[in-house]
């Protein structure tokens, strides 16, 4: 049996991170178009670059509402090594409010990482995930929210202070 990882978690999102929207269509950042089960995404043409450098200091995992389809289509789409573990959420009540943390994701989150340190990378953290973050780092599970612009997705500022953190704890 493997020994645990000393790793932090990475977890990724990817609407507004790996798949870029809302930006101006005749300014649009690097990157192409690529279809998802019949859906046109702007995929960023750094994305991957950036989540294999932070690959070298974090256990990467999928934290998206696309859960098993994100290992169908980003690891040969970005040149990522794959599968990637990934989250499940409930359906039914997925959306804004249906969890008890505050926030759709949370309970998974917290069913999978345990007391774990982790980075989560989303275009969406607000009050409640800030709340969730400071709670879990003074239990002494040390938490980074690193929030993207959707139009922008993750760039190589967030992968800086993403490293830094790793390496500092």
């Known amino acids: 049996m493997d020994a645990p990882s000393e ?31 019949g859906i046109a995404h702007f995929l960023s043409a750094t994305a991957g670059e ?19 389809k994100a290992n169908e289509y980003l690891p040969h789409a970005l040149g990522l090594e794959g599968p990637w573990p990934y989250l499940s959420f409930a359906r039914g009540g997925a959306g804004p409010g249906s969890s008890v943390l505050g926030h759709w994701k949370l309970d998974a989150i917290d069913a999978y990482a345990g007391t774990r340190p982790l980075a989560w990378i989303d275009d ?46």
Request: aromatic share 8%.
């Open 124 to 169: 969406l953290h607000g009050e409640p995930c800030e709340r969730w973050a400071e709670a879990r780092a003074g239990g002494g599970a040390p938490t980074l929210l690193v929030t993207t612009e959707p139009a922008v997705g993750l760039a190589a500022p967030h992968v800086e202070r993403m490293l830094a953190w790793a390496q500092a704890r």
């Open 7 to 37: 790793k932090p978690l990475l977890l990724v999102d990817v609407d507004g991170v790996i798949s870029l929207f809302g930006f101006v269509p005749h300014a649009r950042p690097a990157g192409r178009f690529a279809m998802v089960d």
């Open 50 to 68: 950036h989540l294999r450098r932070l690959g070298s200091a974090f256990d990467p995992v999928w934290c998206t509402g696309w859960e098993e």
